[in-house]
């Protein structure tokens, strides 16, 4: 084989950059996360990787509750800070406009254009991590992101982040229809 091994640590497609938001005492905290994929279809789940010694492991196992705010690239500075600073040294609600909608339990940050509220469901216990799985309860988005309704990636702009290198990406431009691209090349093979 001429390909160089790479070994077991390996990430290599890019993840969504977000900040999980949860309430801490009267105030709220924000933690970026990358770790964040659809868990299941109906009912809509999501699960997040959050290491143990996190702020945020104790808030969501008190509160039961959370937010995933989409950040757009100009906010690159906060996002980063919220990923290097702990809510137990730094009070970070002071970055954002904090806003709350039906659950009333999970921050929303008014500045992100789209912002999900999650019911936490289950959690599975990692050796270093947990895997938080919650309900999206609702999802609010600012209009200019939209198009037909639905979310558009070239009006939201949104960072991207690739590991181990740590970088920070952008969505540079669509490359086809999924579900649909690969339709000419089936009908022909059938
Ligand atoms: C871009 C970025 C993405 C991150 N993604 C995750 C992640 O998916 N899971 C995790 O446990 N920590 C992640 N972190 C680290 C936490 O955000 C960081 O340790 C944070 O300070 C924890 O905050 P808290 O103690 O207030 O909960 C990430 C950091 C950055 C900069």
Not at 150 to 173: A, C, I, R, S
Request: with cysteine; charged share 25%; aromatic share 8%.
């Amino acid at each position: 084989m001429e390909k160089t091994d790479l070994g077991k640590n390996t990430f290599i497609y890019p993840m969504p950059v977000t900040l999980l938001g949860t309430k801490h005492g009267e105030t709220a905290n924000f933690m970026a996360l990358g770790w964040l994929s659809r868990a299941n279809g109906n009912p809509p789940l999501l699960v997040a990787g959050i290491n143990k010694a996190h702020l945020t492991t104790e808030l969501l196992k008190q509160n039961k509750a959370f937010s995933i705010n989409y950040p757009t690239v100009d906010m690159i500075k906060e996002v980063d800070y919220c990923g290097l600073v702990s809510g137990r040294k730094e009070d970070k609600s002071q970055l954002f406009t904090v806003e709350y909608g039906k659950l009333g339990s999970a921050p929303l940050i008014k500045e992100c254009p789209i912002s999900m509220e999650c019911k936490l469901v289950d959690v599975y216990e990692m050796p270093t991590h947990n895997l938080f799985v919650g309900e999206i309860i609702s999802t609010y988005a600012d209009e200019e992101i939209l198009t037909g309704g639905k979310p558009d990636m070239g009006k939201l702009n949104p960072l991207l982040l690739t590991m181990p290198d740590n970088n920070y990406w952008t969505v540079e431009k669509k490359a086809g229809k999924a579900w649909n691209i690969g339709l000419e090349l089936k009908n022909m093979r059938s």
